[in-house]
């Protein structure tokens, strides 16, 4: 089993980066977990900072040492819960509908009911009260994966708990790619070097983020914590999570653009011509059916690199298919592994989003790989993750045998920092010559000008 620099070298190597100078310290387990999600986080988040460095490097900046403790990665892939805005009340991070429930067949269903439209859809399907109390007694005259593809083929967020050998079975699992991250070209375009040597890795770096919950504001995250410009856009009136975004919009700048008005996917356009990278999140076909698929944007700005998270991927019996972290873990086996080996009866989630941390930090290493590429040989890029395939990843990264004694709850107070009102974890990639920071917290929804800086220097 390797250790967590072994899984990062993996990483760097299927990116197509050199691996560097990289340090991870500390021994699992962190979190109580049978699963390595320490492991996982530090070599994620590790390799994304080599990345940068090597981005850095390329820019005539020179070679550094970035190194990452276990402790601090874990903390950071559980980000969301230690964020606190003294400004604004926190709020809950769940809908009180939202959870595990039994099913009339002796299995089980999680809900993911945290936006209106999909809490009120569940109950429409089940035509019960808006009450937990309701929906539980509903779902007693279900069964689990009846329920499940009744509420796919209506665009509700539903998994059924499957077990490892359940999800083995399963037909979308013989799709899904051993790799976590694939990174291919979609068009030709000249070599377009990389600015000058700044005083951080992404300096000058535009990214254009159009993403919510919870991978996909990581990876914009991840690049604004090394210099990158991101400007995040959202809908108007589109529901979010507060908490959420206090902690994943930091160092971004956020608009508001409104795609089913031509005007604003008009300036969704220009931008999108003066971007370096095109992040985004939607389901299967949203983006592309407005004209920004990858090769739209391809044709349209040559050089452009495409990043996309999806739940189960694009293609598959599930391809495409509605999903949160929360799902894809219990759709896939991993809160009825993780039950069993701490010796409860019922489903036990991870400890973090680790699904959607990792999707989103291996997301921002493979953009920043492509900007390399793009920097070496030109082209345009896509870049693709899927919570699906880094379970697939997670789950291959051995087990943990005594990893629950190991509680989540540790005191983590040297770990944050604070901006303005905003106290939040810091990034936990160390980069000797150009530390990684945010420059401002988040803003709120529509706070910015859907445009540029004016300059990139």
């Keep these: 089993m390797k250790d967590a620099d072994g899984i990062a070298a993996d990483l760097l190597a299927l990116a197509g980066v050199p691996v560097g100078r990289l340090s991870i310290e500390g021994a699992e387990p962190v979190l109580g977990s049978s699963f390595r999600v320490d492991a996982a986080a530090a070599a994620a988040i590790g390799a994304s900072g080599v990345a940068a460095a090597a981005i850095h490097a390329a820019r005539g900046g020179g070679a550094q040492d970035v190194a990452i403790a276990l402790r601090h990665a874990a903390a950071e892939f559980r980000s969301e819960h230690h964020a606190r805005d003294a400004a ?91 790799a976590p991250l694939a990174i291919t070209r979609i068009g030709r375009a000249p070599r377009r070097a990389l600015p000058p040597a700044a005083a951080r890795p992404l300096q000058g770096v535009r990214v254009l983020e159009l993403a919510r919950v919870l991978a996909g504001p990581v990876a914009g995250r991840t690049l604004a914590a090394h210099g990158a410009e991101v400007l995040h856009i959202t809908g108007p009136g589109v529901p979010n999570l507060p908490r959420l975004i206090i902690d994943t919009g ?19 356009a220009e931008l999108a011509v003066g971007a370096d990278v095109f992040l985004q999140s939607y389901r299967s076909g949203a983006l592309a059916a407005r004209g920004f698929g990858p090769e739209d944007l391809a044709a349209r700005n040559p050089g452009i690199v495409v990043g996309a998270v999806s739940a189960y991927g694009e293609t598959g019996p599930w391809g495409g298919k509605r999903g949160f972290d929360s799902l894809v873990q219990t759709a896939t086996g991993f809160n009825d592994a993780e039950a069993a080996a701490c010796g409860e009866a019922l489903p036990r989630p991870l400890p973090c989003q680790a699904l959607d941390h990792a999707s989103g930090t291996l997301l921002a290493l493979g953009i920043a790989a492509a900007l390399l590429r793009r920097h070496e040989e030109g082209g345009s890029w896509n870049v693709t993750v899927s919570l699906a395939a880094t379970a697939k990843w997670l789950r291959n990264l051995g087990r943990v045998a005594d990893g629950f004694r190991a509680a989540p709850a540790g005191d983590v107070s040297d770990l944050l920092e604070t901006q303005g009102s905003v106290t939040a974890v810091r990034h936990a990639a160390r980069l000797s010559a150009t530390p990684a920071f945010w420059s401002h917290p988040a803003e709120l929804i529509g706070t910015s000008p859907a445009e540029w800086m004016a300059s990139q220097g």
């Design 88 to 178: 604004v009340p926190a709020g809950e991070m769940w809908d009180p509908i939202a959870g595990l429930y039994p099913t009339g067949d002796g299995g089980h269903v999680r809900l993911h009911t945290n936006f209106p439209h999909h809490r009120d859809g569940i109950v429409a399907l089940l035509g019960c009260g808006n009450s937990r109390e309701a929906v539980g007694r509903a779902l007693l005259n279900r069964q689990a994966e009846a329920f499940e593809t009744a509420a796919t083929a209506r665009g509700m967020c539903v998994a059924a708990l499957r077990s490892f050998a359940q999800w083995d079975a399963h037909p979308h699992a013989a799709v899904l790619p051993d």
């Design 250 to 268: 930091r160092g971004k700048r956020a608009a508001a653009l409104d795609l089913n008005d031509a005007s604003g996917r008009a300036r969704l």
